[in-house]
C-alpha cells in the first residue's frame, strides 16, 4: 500500500481559492486511482472527486462540480485538489485516498490507503 501526506489546508474566506496535494510514496510504481473525501463531526465521510491513475478520466459530486479540479503529476507521486469559489459549507477536514485499481470510485470502503487529513476552513 502506498501512504499519503495531504498538505496546503488552511483557513480562508468565502469566494477565495485552495490548492491542497496528496503526495504517495512507498510502492509508487502500482497502478492506483486517487480520490479526496472530506468529513465534518455532524457528517460521514463525503466523496469529493476522484481521478484515474493516468489518462485524467475524473469524476466529481455535485456539490463541487464546477469548482473543484482534480489533477495529478505522477512523476511527482502527487495529485491536487484545486479548490475555488470556497464556501463556509466546504468546511471540512480533507482526506486523499487510494486504490489499486485504473479507475476510482465515490465510496471510501473501495479505497486502501488513506491520509491523515488536512483541515479546510472557510470563512464567511
Known amino acids: 500500500q502506498v501512504q499519503l501526506v495531504e498538505s496546503g489546508g488552511g483557513l480562508v474566506q468565502a469566494g477565495d481559492s485552495l490548492r491542497l496535494s496528496c503526495a504517495a510514496s512507498?510502492?509508487?510504481?502500482?497502478?492506483?486511482?486517487t480520490a479526496w473525501f472530506r468529513q465534518t463531526p455532524r457528517k460521514e465521510r463525503e466523496f469529493v472527486g476522484t481521478?484515474?491513475?493516468?489518462?485524467?478520466?475524473?469524476n466529481y459530486a455535485n456539490s463541487v462540480k464546477g469548482r473543484f479540479t482534480i489533477s495529478r503529476d505522477n512523476t511527482k507521486n502527487t495529485v491536487y485538489l484545486q479548490m475555488n469559489s470556497l464556501q463556509p459549507e466546504d468546511t471540512a477536514v480533507y482526506y486523499c485516498a487510494a486504490r489499486e485499481a485504473y479507475y476510482g470510485s465515490p465510496f471510501p470502503e473501495d479505497y486502501d490507503s488513506w491520509g491523515q487529513g488536512t483541515q479546510v476552513t472557510v470563512s464567511s
Open positions: 481521478i484515474s491513475w493516468n489518462d485524467g478520466y475524473t
Open positions: 512507498g510502492p509508487t510504481d502500482s497502478t492506483y486511482a
